[in-house]
């Protein structure tokens, strides 16, 4: 069974719409852990119906090496996003972990990803699942 980590920070709405839409395609076929920058981002990816979560640098730090794919917006690998929760150790460990990494191009940063298209997040989502988690788990 793979195990996809989602990580998110600040309230976690993203965190959740990826989730939900996951656990609408592969049901109980993977394991999801919701993996927040902090309690709150957690605790609404649980609701959506994540297997397990942690919160906090740490619990990142050390999950994200044992995962085979992790999901979320492309400031989870950039230190000092998310109005500061992404740390750098949770940047580094993000980039560097073995996991197959796909990152929606949403940031507040002062980034611009060239190429990527401006579309609403729950097509971005569903783009991610079609395109990229269909084929991996075939």
Do not use: W
Not at 122 to 127: L, R, T
């Amino acid at each position: 069974m793979k195990k996809i980590g989602v990580i998110d920070g600040q309230g976690g709405g993203i965190g959740s719409i990826i989730i939900k839409k996951v656990k609408d395609v592969f049901e109980e076929n993977v394991e999801i852990y919701a993996l927040g920058t902090n309690a709150i981002a957690t605790a609404q990816m649980l609701r959506a119906h994540a297997n397990r979560g942690a919160s906090g640098e740490n619990a990142i730090v050390q999950t994200v090496k044992k995962l085979d794919i992790i999901l979320g917006p492309i400031g989870i690998i950039i230190a000092n996003a998310m109005m500061g929760e992404v740390t750098p150790k949770i940047a580094e460990a993000v980039s560097g972990s073995p996991a197959q990494k796909f990152l929606l191009p949403l940031t507040r940063e002062n980034i611009t990803v060239v190429g990527a298209c401006s579309i609403p997040l729950p097509q971005m989502v569903d783009s991610l699942i079609e395109d990229h988690l269909l084929p991996v788990q075939q």
